[in-house]
């Protein structure tokens, strides 16, 4: 199955309510074959996890890197997990809405 079936099918795996890390997991799919598949818009909205050290607390975190037009890395702070808010949490959220609004149209991997 190529990347495109495997997105579409990973797609219906969401709209059936599967969360996104076992979806992928089930048909397959790893975050850069995601994260490749993606145009360059729907990269920057959805952004690269990296792990970092927390400025408010000093303890490990992941933090989402946003690519921004000028090539430049902005980093986009997740919630720390002592406030509750996992890096899975956010990702879901926000790949969520992407997979659907990604999936509505027809496109081509770059």
Excluded at 22 to 32: E, L
Aim: charged content about 25%.
């Amino acid at each position: 199955m190529d990347t495109q079936g495997k997105f579409n099918e990973l797609v219906e795996q969401v709209e059936a309510g599967q969360p996104i890390r076992k979806a992928m997991k089930m048909v397959g799919m790893t975050w850069r074959m995601y994260y490749n598949a993606l145009s360059v818009e729907q990269r920057a909205q959805v952004g690269e996890i990296r792990s970092r050290q927390c400025k408010s607390c000093q303890s490990d975190t992941q933090v989402i890197q946003v690519k921004v037009s000028d090539r430049r890395k902005r980093q986009v702070q997740a919630m720390c997990r002592e406030r509750g808010i996992t890096i899975s949490r956010l990702m879901n959220s926000l790949l969520t809405k992407e997979l659907l609004a990604f999936a509505a149209r027809p496109h081509s991997s770059n």
